[in-house]
């Protein structure tokens, strides 16, 4: 089957995913795709599902795979966009998806540490602590005894990548050549910087060396700590770090609870974002509350 094929029927599986989930109604709200949405609620039934239109959007991009599920975590940013109901709603995909099992996330480890799990982790909890688009955690105390957190990358995410991309590549050349209105933002160019992006973000290490690097430029400041890497136990698919709790900054009762000022931690949060770009021109680029 052609590229061009292949991105056609899964622009019409986007279409009827989107239209069985009753998802579009945010993307008209910002008059997203018009032309698309006409088509698509003429050519499939409308179904009746129960929930707000941010929780019927975020299940919609969950099924239809890892980019969609990063768009929808760029989107929960935007309240501007989509009001903030639909973007708090969507900001379940940042650290809440469905997990994958503990035995492909086992097998993943053993298969890039080279050695059984025993003679790397005293313990190693099966059960996801959180997942995301690309990878999930796991909590496991090292046979030194120290206690980390393992970010292990999900089963089959490079493949699902690559065809979304060729999907993102066919989309962008389709635009430009039909919508020369839509030239201007350089669709070709956009899905570029995205493919790169994402090519980094699936080798752990380049995470791992970005917290090393964001920990020596915070090592004398006691506003922020970075989990140290455990480099020992950190390769492509699997970055090992120490473990640190904490709360959530968005769980406003939470940190009442705990005695924080939140005027403080506002304060806080904002210095430190200003030091990471300012004065180092280095920063977090995805600070959503979990992160944080």
Same mark, same amino acid.
């Given at each position: ?9 899964? +622009? ?5 995913? +989107? ?62 966009? =989509? ?12 650290? $809440? =998806? ?11 480890? /053993? ?35 120290? /206690? ?56 752990? $290490? ?7 690097? =964001?920990? /020596? ?19 492509? #698919?699997?970055?090992?770090?120490? #473990? ?49």
């Amino acid at each position: 089957m052609t590229r061009t094929l292949r991105s056609v029927w899964r +622009l019409v599986r986007i279409a009827f995913i +989107l239209q069985r989930h009753d998802a579009l109604a945010p993307l008209q709200e910002i008059d997203l795709a018009p032309g698309l949405i006409y088509w698509v609620t003429r050519l499939f039934r409308r179904h009746k599902v129960t929930g707000r239109p941010g929780e019927k959007l975020a299940r919609a991009l969950t099924e239809l795979g890892p980019s969609f599920i990063k768009l929808g975590q760029v989107l929960s940013t935007r309240a501007d966009l =989509l009001g903030s109901a639909v973007a708090s709603d969507l900001s379940a995909l940042q650290d $809440r =998806l469905a997990a994958f099992s503990g035995k492909e996330a086992r097998e993943t480890v /053993e298969a890039e540490l080279g050695k059984p799990l025993s003679e790397i982790f005293s313990s190693f909890d099966e059960n996801a602590l959180s997942a995301a688009s690309i990878a999930q955690v796991h909590l496991a105390v090292t046979r030194e005894g120290k /206690e980390v957190a393992v970010k292990v990358l999900r089963p089959g995410i490079e493949r699902a990548f690559e065809r979304d991309l060729e999907f993102f590549t066919w989309l962008a050349d389709v635009a430009e050549a039909t919508q020369p209105k839509l030239r201007r933002f350089k669709p070709r160019e956009v899905v570029a910087l995205f493919e790169e992006q994402v090519r980094l973000e699936m080798d752990l $290490r380049m995470e791992a060396s970005a917290a090393a690097e =964001l920990a /020596e430029n915070f090592y004398d400041d006691q506003s922020y700590q970075t989990p140290a890497v455990d480099w020992d136990w950190t390769s492509r #698919r699997v970055f090992t770090m120490e #473990r640190v709790s904490g709360i959530p900054m968005d769980d406003r009762e939470a940190l009442l609870s705990a005695g924080h000022n939140l005027e403080a931690v506002l304060q806080n949060a904002a210095e430190i974002f200003f030091k990471q770009v300012f004065r180092d021109g280095f920063f977090h680029g995805d600070q959503h509350p979990g992160n944080m």
